[in-house]
């Protein structure tokens, strides 16, 4: 279980996070969702260690093995899809189990085979979620994963993280409320800032 207790986080005068309290249960997917600003990314930010809280405290990640997809795609560009993916496999990597799980959101032949500079954002997008899916990782932090999907695509890489989530830890972070009934979490609190709720499932 991940603790979050009497976590604050201030810009300059702002506070983003407010003495923010929650527990994120092992092997749940846990849903944040608002509009831009209420803090959700900072609150990943925050629980991936890319930023101190100014006071409060997180427990129940220290030996963890964190996979995360952020916002911006952050593959290295020069490298392919299958390459990209291949970053974070223990051990061997399995070039064929890589190509499946690709297969599955849409990327077949070419388009799993040249660099990603090359594909486009929503090829990106789909490339950076694969790799966080096949991490070998206890939690999984999901900051607007299908942000720039088109509906037909967005519904298959949907299903794809749904049935790949294998009962690791996931925080889902997104502003549209039919990812949230898609996943079928249930509202279980809120999250200091405007029109910012958290779903447990």
Known sequence: MITV?????????????????????EGSLTTIMGTSGCGKTTFAMLLLG?????????EGLHGKRIAAVF???RLIEHLSAIEN???VIDGKPDEEEIRRHLADVGLEGILAEKPTAQLSGGQKRRVAIVRAMMAKSD???????????DKET???????????????????ITHDIEEHKFFEGDFGGTLPGPVCEIYPF
Request: one cysteine or more; a positive charge.
């Open 139 to 149: 939690f999984i932090c999901l900051d607007e994963p299908f942000k720039g999907l």
């Open 50 to 58: 890319l930023m101190k809280p100014d006071s409060g405290t997180i």
């Open 71 to 73: 916002q911006e795609d």
């Open 85 to 87: 993916v291949k970053l």
């Open 5 to 25: 207790k009497n976590l604050t986080k201030r810009f300059d005068d702002k506070k983003v996070i407010d003495n923010l309290s929650m527990e994120l249960k």
């Open 154 to 172: 967005k519904g298959k890489v949907m299903e794809y993280v749904k049935k790949n989530i294998n009962g690791k830890t996931v925080l889902l």
